[in-house]
């Protein structure tokens, strides 16, 4: 594939004092031609990684195992990572910052609130004692926790809703469309 049919992005993560959280180095980003019309009119950044390196911010590198496509939707307060696990696909949403991309780096602030919906469409709320936490020590002004309420209750409408980017088969088709792109001998 050429550079326009696909690009490599490293996405990282940071928290409200400006420490690094974790980077997954690398991203396959969907090509614009290829959105469903839906991710093209919303201008949804999308990006597909598999067994990709993750650095954590104490230096440590593992691997990830689950093949993820990641929704980054602009001006929204969270974002949406599908796990293509082996029963099905599970919507991992971080309650962060809109994203900000520079280059081939996309960047965002992790305020720990995570809502999970499973492959039987249970909803779980996680994280809130961390968020707690954060909240006192890094000093979160009212306007920022209030960014942070108003896009946990948006993704949550649009979970129980269904609304994009919760579709099993755009995620497929995502996922596919990158193992196309990819040589044979890679996972």
Not at 35 to 50: E, K, Y
Request: with cysteine.
């Amino acid at each position: 594939m050429t550079e326009q049919s696909g690009s490599a992005t490293m996405i990282k993560s940071f928290k409200h004092d400006g420490h690094l959280h974790r980077v997954w180095l690398e991203n396959w980003r969907v090509p614009y031609d290829c959105l469903t019309r839906a991710h093209q009119d919303h201008d949804i950044q999308i990006f597909v990684n598999c067994q990709t390196r993750i650095r954590e911010s104490d230096g440590r590198e593992w691997i990830s195992r689950i093949p993820g496509v990641s929704f980054f939707m602009p001006g929204k307060w969270y974002n949406v990572v599908a796990l293509l696990e082996e029963d099905g696909i599970r919507y991992y949403c971080n309650v962060a910052s809109p994203f900000y991309q520079s280059g081939n780096v996309l960047t965002y602030i992790d305020y720990d609130l995570d809502v999970i919906l499973n492959q039987r469409g249970d909803i779980y709320l996680v994280d809130e004692d961390e968020y707690n936490r954060h909240k006192r020590l890094y000093h979160y002004s009212q306007a920022v926790e209030d960014k942070v309420m108003a896009g946990l209750e948006e993704l949550m409408e649009r979970i129980k809703c269904r609304q994009e980017p919760f579709d099993d088969a755009a995620v497929l088709a995502y996922y596919q469309l990158w193992k196309d792109s990819v040589p044979q001998d890679s996972p």
